[in-house]
């Protein structure tokens, strides 16, 4: 299975974007999906997280103004982000939560550019 983000834009303080995370294949066997970011010279963060079941988990950072969501038929997964900051600007990736939730990491696609601006 391989993940490709979309969405990622320039936006201003206080807007919102909607990224996409598609899979080419089935998303059915992987527990836990989430959005991870990165900005240059600091390492890869988790922001959001869904299992196959829709536990949520939110960066602290974030909560109260991201939303992520999962759509097993469709093989997506989609983060809502509103009341964006210019600290929220990075490169953000989907993949899985890895080990500790039962799953393998998948290869790590390209990104999408997020950058919040006036």
């Known amino acids: 299975v391989q993940l490709v983000e979309s969405g990622g834009d320039l936006v201003q303080p206080g807007g919102s974007l909607r990224l996409s995370c598609a899979a080419s294949?089935?998303?059915?066997?992987?527990?836990?999906l989430g959005w991870y970011r990165q900005t240059p010279g600091k390492e890869r963060e988790l922001v959001a997280g869904?299992?196959?079941?829709?536990?949520?988990t939110y960066a602290d950072s974030v909560k109260g103004r991201f939303t992520i969501s999962r759509d097993t038929a469709k093989g997506t997964v989609t983060l809502q982000m509103n009341s964006l900051k210019p600290e929220d600007s990075a490169v953000y990736y989907c993949?899985?939560?890895?080990?500790?939730?039962?799953?393998?990491?998948?290869?790590w696609g390209q990104g999408t550019q997020v950058t919040v601006s006036s």
């Open positions: 294949g089935s998303i059915l066997s992987i527990n836990a």
């Open positions: 993949n899985t939560l890895g080990p500790r939730l039962g799953d393998t990491y998948l290869a």
């Open positions: 869904i299992t196959r079941s829709g536990r949520l």
